[in-house]
């Protein structure tokens, strides 16, 4: 009888082992010795292992750290690095520099610093020549800014008064009180932008050029603006460019066309005189109390006219290497006279060598501070100052002092910001400069030697 058994999984299986194994073998999946030949299977690697040995690591701790340097220098053994790590470094320590600086200056002296400091305030040959005592205060227009260059700055010669005239046909007067000004009125000229304004010996009225060939005059008693006549000889097409008052009382200048200076009896607003002088007059100014007038043509030549009675010409001379004529002034005292250029230079002459009778004087001095065209100086009160100014450049003003003949070093550099001086103005008894700039803006300067007004 046969049997027929199912072939189930767990059953084949152990078949197919003893089909390969053979059945010889003792042990189920096992090969006799003499059929080990060429096929077995592994079921644990025979090869052992070696038991990794490791290294014991030791703890990390503050103490048992030491940090190297990346570089050494002959200084750091000196410096205690416990102490450093926390402070702010010595480049940094500002305020033990400067105390360690005071310690080695003053620690030596004997004297007490209050006395030094006031030997050094009262006595003015001890003051360092090259820096101008002055202050800068608020915008003596600050209540009425102008929208247009500042063509002119004045003070009043008997009243404190202060007036800015803007090329934006407007004109104001403000209440002078030092370090504010208060505005008083403003009055708008329509259609008559205004060149020049000055205010006439006594105070009381203000005279106005613009670009016609008549002046007005303007009344700060009345408020009154009135019209003169045009001047005799003038053309329509002429332009009044220039208005100087003379220190005589009731005289003014007005410089017209082709070298013309037409002068004017201010009661009666007539025309008393004329000069003529070669080429355009750039710029013109009395000197000896009124007496003389100098007119600077366009090609460099200066003429001085005697007008106590008819106006007649006196001397011809021509500014040292002139490129251009800018400016003329003359100091209160008569002792100085300055001619400015377009190449920025400003020649310092003695009055007594220009009326030596040489026709091209060598000038005392030749100050090359600014670089663009001078078209404004002004001799300070004291006849010991010359202030010029060129409006073609931002900050473009400086003060010469005539003692040491050299610039003030701090103005306007340390006085704060400045746009392009287009007038300049300072009070009778040389208290207070002011300087108007293009954005309409009249800065303030009070000068402390003097403060008053």
């Given at each position: 009888l046969l049997e027929f058994r199912p072939l189930n999984g767990p059953y084949l299986t152990r078949c197919m082992l003893r089909h390969f194994n053979g059945r010889n073998s003792n042990k189920m999946g096992e090969l006799p010795d003499s059929e080990k030949s060429e096929f077995a299977i592994v079921t644990k690697p025979t090869r052992k292992r070696k038991p990794v040995k490791r290294k014991s690591v030791p703890l990390v701790t503050p103490e048992t750290v030491e940090i190297l340097p990346a570089w050494t220098d002959d200084g750091d053994d000196e410096t205690d690095l416990g102490k450093d790590m926390n402070s702010c470094p010595a480049a940094l320590d500002i305020k033990t520099r400067l105390e360690k600086r005071k310690k080695n200056r003053w620690s030596r002296l004997e004297v007490d610093v209050e006395t030094i400091y006031s030997v050094l305030k009262t006595d003015e040959k001890l003051l360092d020549s090259s820096a101008v005592a002055m202050r800068r205060l608020c915008d003596a227009n600050r209540e009425r800014l102008s929208s247009g260059q500042l063509r002119a700055v004045e003070f009043n010669p008997r009243y404190q008064i202060f007036m800015t005239a803007s090329s934006d046909t407007t004109l104001a007067f403000f209440k002078f009180e030092g370090s504010e000004s208060s505005l008083m009125r403003d009055i708008v000229f329509q259609r008559f932008p205004i060149i020049s304004a000055k205010f006439t010996t006594s105070g009381d009225r203000a005279i106005l050029t613009g670009n016609k060939h008549y002046f007005k005059v303007y009344d700060l008693a009345t408020g009154v603006e009135t019209r003169p006549a045009a001047l005799i000889g003038t053309t329509k097409d002429e332009v009044l460019r220039q208005c100087l008052i003379s220190p005589k009382d009731h005289l003014a200048?007005?410089?017209g066309r082709e070298g013309c200076v037409y002068l004017v009896d201010l009661r009666s607003f007539e025309k008393v005189g004329t000069t003529h002088s070669s080429?355009?007059?750039?710029?013109?100014c009395f000197s000896k109390q009124g007496d003389l007038l100098n007119t600077f043509s366009s090609d460099g030549s200066v003429f001085i006219f005697d007008i106590r009675q008819t106006p007649r010409p006196v001397h011809r001379w021509a500014d040292y290497s002139c490129s251009g004529a800018g400016c003329i002034a003359v100091s209160e005292d008569s002792k100085y006279i300055a001619c400015s250029s377009h190449s920025g230079y400003v020649n310092l002459y003695t009055w007594w060598s220009v009326m030596d009778g040489s026709k091209a004087p060598k000038p005392l001095k030749s100050i090359g501070n600014l670089t663009t065209a001078v078209d404004q100086l002004l001799f300070h009160p004291n006849n010991k100052m010359l202030c010029m100014a060129s409006s073609l450049e931002k900050a473009a003003v400086r003060l010469f002092d005539l003692e040491s003949q050299r610039v003030y070093a701090n103005f306007p550099a340390c006085m704060g910001r400045?746009?392009?001086?287009?007038?300049?103005?300072?009070?009778?008894?040389?208290?207070?400069?002011?300087?108007?700039q293009a954005n309409g803006h009249a800065a303030l300067f009070r000068f402390e030697s003097n403060p008053k007004y």
């Open positions: 200048a007005f410089a080429g355009l007059v750039e710029s013109l400045l746009e392009e001086p287009t007038s300049i103005g300072v009070s009778p008894n040389g208290g207070f400069l002011s300087v108007g």
